[in-house]
């Protein structure tokens, strides 16, 4: 987890240009690099960070959102995982590298997976590994993801608690391949839930 954490905080007052690279090894950079690694990050889909020799496939496509999505487990005994942080363009900045909802406290009432407009629910909430298969399958030579979240709100004409879009968060989806690195996901175990004031008021 800790590699993720750094690479989060490596980004906080970076200067956002047009990105490059879709492979990067912290390890190998010089501190000038580390300080304008936004520069050099792709921003039309999947980039493989690596630091301390362990790989975090990462999507800075999205201005105000970056997702982390773990599908090679290299340890087969736990699950393929997903992280939303907020980045420094979302509002004033305030919740810049701050948890957004991840699969494990995911406290939505519903969250969809859309790729090219399909929707495969939830792969992540109660993990198959054959339907799994076909989401990352499609996840890999697809264009656009559309995560919609869910919660329940008053409606006001009727009273009634009904379900509500609280946001839905488009990432491209280029360089495919990276999502069949392995990587670590005994990660997000232990991890708060989201910041309520930016779930509640978007």
């Given at each position: 987890?800790?590699h993720?954490?750094?690479?989060?905080?490596?980004?906080l007052?970076?200067?956002s240009?047009?990105?490059?690279?879709?492979?990067?090894?912290v390890?190998?950079?010089?501190?000038?690099?580390?300080?304008?690694?936004d520069?050099?990050?792709?921003k039309e889909?999947?980039?493989?960070i690596?630091?301390?020799?362990?790989?975090s496939?990462?999507?800075f496509s999205?201005k105000e959102?970056?997702?982390?999505?773990?599908?090679?487990?290299?340890?087969?005994?736990?699950?393929?995982?997903y992280?939303?942080?907020?980045?420094?363009h979302?509002?004033?900045g305030?919740?810049?590298?701050i948890?957004?909802?991840?699969?494990?406290?995911n406290?939505?009432?519903?969250t969809s997976?859309?790729?090219?407009r399909?929707?495969?629910?939830?792969?992540?909430?109660?993990?198959d590994?054959?339907s799994?298969a076909?989401?990352?399958?499609?996840?890999k030579?697809?264009?656009l993801l559309?995560?919609?979240?869910?919660?329940?709100?008053?409606?006001?004409?009727?009273?009634?608690?009904?379900l509500?879009?609280?946001?839905?968060i488009d990432?491209?989806?280029a360089n495919?391949e990276?999502?069949d690195t392995?990587?670590d996901?005994n990660?997000?175990?232990?991890?708060?839930?989201?910041?309520?004031e930016?779930?509640d008021?978007y």
């Open positions: 987890m800790k993720l954490l750094l690479v989060g905080f490596l980004f007052g970076i200067t240009f047009s990105q490059t690279r879709k492979v990067i090894n390890d190998e950079l010089t501190e000038v690099q580390l300080e304008n690694l520069e050099i990050v792709d889909g999947w980039v493989n690596i630091f301390e020799g362990e790989s496939t990462r999507n999205n959102y970056i997702l982390t999505v773990l599908m090679n487990c290299s340890d087969s005994s736990y699950v393929p995982k992280l939303i942080e907020f980045t420094k979302y509002r004033d305030t919740y810049a590298y948890d957004f909802v991840n699969s494990v406290t406290k939505f009432t519903k997976f859309y790729i090219d399909k929707d495969f629910g939830d792969p992540f909430s109660e993990f590994k054959e799994f076909v989401f990352h399958h499609a996840l030579s697809g264009k559309t995560i919609s979240f869910y919660h329940m709100a008053m409606n006001p004409e009727t009273g009634d608690d009904e509500s879009l609280n946001r839905s990432f491209k989806l495919g990276l999502l392995p990587v996901c990660v997000f175990n232990q991890q708060e839930s989201p910041v309520e930016a779930v008021d």
